[in-house]
């Protein structure tokens, strides 16, 4: 078991006990690889199965998402929703959480804000880029750009 971020404050809602000890192993280690220790040692994260989507798959058009939960410009509390569709799926399982994670680091460290003044929009180092989803926005570019290599890794060290 993987326990290097010991710092890293993980809690599990509605997983198993299997898929909430791989859940929280793969978290602390791609917290490991994508953030200080520092950082890490005060970023706390709840991973949820979210019910509602997972009952209506339209309601969260991926698999996972990651929420901040205290303050837009420096979070530190967060939440990863994940839609029961993935939870057979180990490789899937990872990706999103891996995914999800570079996100967190995106946003713990400053790189992405999302601002409500004036409306709703998000910004990539100090970048407008209003509030429309796409996958060529820079921060999702990187999410997906690291995932795999994170999963491969973690898989790996396993």
């Not at 793969?26 to 200080?36: E, I, P, Q, V």
């Not at 005060?42 to 009952?55: F, M, P, W, Y």
Request: with cysteine; aromatic share 8%; charged share 30%.
């Amino acid at each position: 078991m993987y326990q290097k971020n010991i710092g890293l404050e993980i809690q599990t809602i509605g997983l198993n006990k299997k898929k909430s000890k791989l859940a929280i192993e793969a978290t602390k280690f791609f917290a490991d690889r994508l953030m200080s220790k520092r950082l890490a040692s005060v970023i706390s994260i709840d991973i949820d199965l979210d019910i509602k989507a997972s009952e209506n798959e339209n309601e969260l058009e991926n698999s996972a998402e990651c929420t901040w939960n205290d303050d837009n410009l420096r979070p530190r509390e967060f939440t990863i929703s994940l839609s029961r569709k993935i939870l057979n799926d180990e490789d899937e399982f990872l990706l999103s959480l891996a995914h999800e994670m570079v996100h967190i680091k995106q946003m713990a460290r400053g790189e992405l804000k999302e601002l409500f003044r004036g409306g709703y929009r998000r910004v990539w180092n100090k970048k407008n880029y209003g509030s429309e989803y796409r996958l060529d926005n820079p921060w999702e570019v990187e999410a997906y750009s690291l995932q795999s290599t994170l999963v491969e890794e973690f898989l790996a060290h396993k």
